[in-house]
Nanobody, 125 residues
Framework: VQLQAFGGGLVQAGGSLRLSCATS????????LGWFRQAPGREREFVAS????????YYADSVKGRFTISRDTSKNTVYLQMNTLKTEDTAVYYC???????????????????WGQGTLVTVSS
């Protein structure tokens, strides 16, 4: 299983950025793809997730209304559109896959089975 996240960068507060996570190397019947982030000195936290077959989405309260997760099933890619960025959104963003073998826990990082390498998002004031 391979997850490759990209699209991070430096943006001013109030700006937008779109992250992508390309997936390959598996053939699960269904799964959940999530975005998590980790800021310096803080624990990794849930951002958003989407179930692949049904497209059901989940969001952290801190990003609801500003971030949108989506998927392109033809490209096996999940996106995170981030709008109205704040300085507190600065973090390394990771995409992860939960294969559902133990049930689905779309907000729990410990339940995800595979992780990408992370992409840095820096929001300046």
């Amino acid at each position: 299983v391979q997850l490759q996240a990209f699209g991070g960068g430096l943006v001013q507060a109030g700006g937008s950025l779109r992250l992508s996570c390309a997936t390959s190397g598996f053939s699960f019947d269904d799964y959940c793809l999530g975005w998590f982030r980790q800021a310096p000195g803080r624990e990794r936290e849930f951002v958003a997730s989407v179930t692949w077959s049904g497209g059901r989405t989940y969001y952290a309260d801190s990003v609801k209304g500003r971030f949108t997760i989506s998927r392109d099933t033809s490209k096996n890619t999940v996106y995170l559109q981030m709008n109205t960025l704040k300085t507190e959104d600065t973090a390394v963003y990771y995409c992860a896959l939960e294969d559902g073998s133990g049930g689905y826990y779309p907000r729990m990082s410990t339940k995800y089975d595979y992780w990408g390498q992370g992409t840095l998002v820096t929001v300046s004031s």
